[in-house]
């Protein structure tokens, strides 16, 4: 491992910035004219911007990196140019049983309800499932309806919802875990072999937008296996936590298997792997109409949404995990799932002793106004997904219509909260969104489209140095990690980005297209 010094640029700490920085095993060992002095092999850094790496506080890596095994349909803006797409991939792949992919726009058709018959152009004789990017839906071809067994008969999960035509037959569109679960059940499991390659994808993409540590925010079983096998192999690229996902139905049995899935991964990889968090789904999404709510959606009256977990079910899991020394890491979405959220980590921290728990809301899309000042006070880490604060086609066409115009207004309350004390962290919730952090940087700084649309919600741009503690030294407060990481100071860890301007001086609208021209994780550089 090479000593290093980083000159001609600016190194920005996280707080000031200075003209140099040196690296030795590992760590920050120098700043500024102490750094000149130490030496080392000379990076130039050509007039860009040094800082701490950036995290990720809530994304599927292994979910981003598979999609790249199966039709890309990612970018497509017409149902016609997506059933083009997987019907060139049923050609080129005649052997699956089954055609699985994503992810889907849910906007390019009304209410994001999409017809199995639209899949049957494409493929008849096998089932195909896709899921949409919000990955609380998918879209099923007729032949796999028939193989699930789904029918005009068959009864809306507990979990799920199956959207229907008037006749009462099902369209090809499934809401909500247990729904979607009837068909994705009966997919074949991936071989670890792919599994591995889908992270090792994962960390080639991360990588080269400056990422070096990933809050993987739903993780089954096969998951940490192919996590600690990419690391055996040598090809995983990147630090990650595992959020293990709770189920409301088997919680309780889970919490020894949990708990031994953690102790295999300290006692495997603890330089590069932790599991020290269970994930928790406290409710769906706005634009799906499955996001808990404390009132009916505008365009569903009567209609609160669709709660995963009853809330004394969620404060006694969230209270019982929280016993066994795991972080709480919720989504919740509609402000009545933000509420449930906090009640449960208000349990947690009533019924247990006292101890460093750190405890995630994610998404925290809609908060009622009574509950905003709670999150500081129960010291929730607030993680928001940056891209979404912006009124793109999913806000216009499915959210603001479901919430009405005085809700819209209050969504993504990121300086609300910081202005009280919040803790922020930032992730993308990948592949659901784009990955990129400057990309996220740039709308959490704006509220504005990419093509420069009036701002929404002005009052909750933040600037950019505090978007970028968000992606910094607030995931790694999220990770435990924030003695040594997020920051650039003597002693921490050499995970750095150098980007090609700095992106407090540039255009808001232009900090996306800023270069990342290196990263390092640990003082090794990996793009």
């Known amino acids: 491992m090479s000593d290093l010094l980083f000159t001609n640029g600016t190194s920005w700490t996280g707080t000031v910035t200075t003209d140099a920085l040196a690296v030795s095993g590992g760590r920050v060992t120098a700043l500024g004219k102490q750094a000149l002095r130490r030496g080392g092999r000379l990076v130039d850094l050509d007039g860009g911007f040094l800082m701490a790496a950036f995290g990720d506080g809530h994304a599927h890596p292994l979910f981003g990196g598979l999609e790249a095994q199966g039709p890309r349909i990612k970018e497509l803006g017409s149902v016609a140019e997506i059933i083009t797409e997987v019907g060139r991939y049923a050609a080129a792949n005649p052997s699956p049983d089954w055609i699985v992919g994503g992810s889907y726009d849910p906007t390019i058709v009304p209410d994001g309800e999409f017809d199995a018959r639209w899949l049957d152009e494409a493929v008849r004789d096998r089932p195909v499932v896709l899921r949409a990017y919000d990955y609380h839906t998918v879209w099923c071809n007729t032949a796999a309806l028939v193989r699930a067994g789904i029918g005009p008969g068959t009864p809306d999960p507990r979990l799920g919802r199956i959207v229907r035509r008037a006749d009462g037959s099902p369209l090809g569109t499934l809401r909500e875990w247990h729904a979607c679960d009837l068909v ?22 991360m990588s080269a937008a400056g990422i070096t540590w990933v809050q993987d925010a739903w993780v089954e079983p096969d998951t940490v296996e192919a996590y600690l096998e990419a690391a055996a192999r040598g090809v995983l690229s990147f630090r990650a936590n595992l959020g293990l996902r709770a189920d409301p139905d088997t919680w309780r049995e889970q919490r020894a298997i949990f708990a031994a899935q953690r102790d295999r991964v300290r006692e495997a990889r603890p330089e590069l792997i932790t599991a020290n968090t269970v994930k928790f789904f406290a409710d769906g999404v706005i634009e799906g109409g499955t996001a808990a709510m404390l009132a009916p959606y505008d365009d569903a009256p009567g209609c609160c949404g669709l709660p995963v977990w009853e809330p004394a079910a969620l404060a006694e899991a969230v209270t019982a995990f929280d016993a066994d020394g795991f972080q709480a890491h919720i989504h919740a979405i509609g402000d009545g799932g933000v509420r449930t959220a906090l009640d449960a980590i208000a349990r947690a921290t009533q019924q247990n002793p006292p101890w460093d728990r750190r ?60 202005e009280l004390g919040t803790v922020l962290s930032f992730g993308s919730d990948w592949p659901v969104s784009p990955y990129e952090p400057l990309l996220g940087v740039q709308i959490a700084t704006t509220r504005q489209t990419v093509d420069g649309s009036p701002p929404w919600a002005p009052g909750e741009r933040l600037a950019v140095e505090d978007a970028l503690r968000a992606y910094t030294s607030g995931v790694a407060r999220q990770a435990f990690a924030d003695d040594r990481r997020g920051v650039l100071a003597m002693g921490t860890d050499a995970d750095l980005v150098w980007l090609g301007s700095d992106p407090r001086l540039v255009d808001p609208l232009k900090i996306r297209h800023i270069p990342v021209l290196g990263t390092w994780m640990a003082g090794e550089r990996i793009h």
């Open 184 to 205: 994705l059940g009966l997919t074949p499991p991936k071989p670890l072999d792919e599994l591995v390659e889908g992270l090792a994808e994962a960390g080639r993409a």
């Open 359 to 418: 405890p995630v809301i994610t998404h925290a899309q809609l908060v009622d106004p009574s509950d905003l000042t709670r999150f500081a006070q129960l010291k929730v880490i607030a993680n928001f997904e940056p891209f979404w604060a912006q009124p793109d086609a999913l806000q216009t066409e499915l959210t603001v219509p479901r919430l009405g115009p005085e809700r819209a207004a209050r969504q993504y309350p990121m300086r609300t909260l910081l």
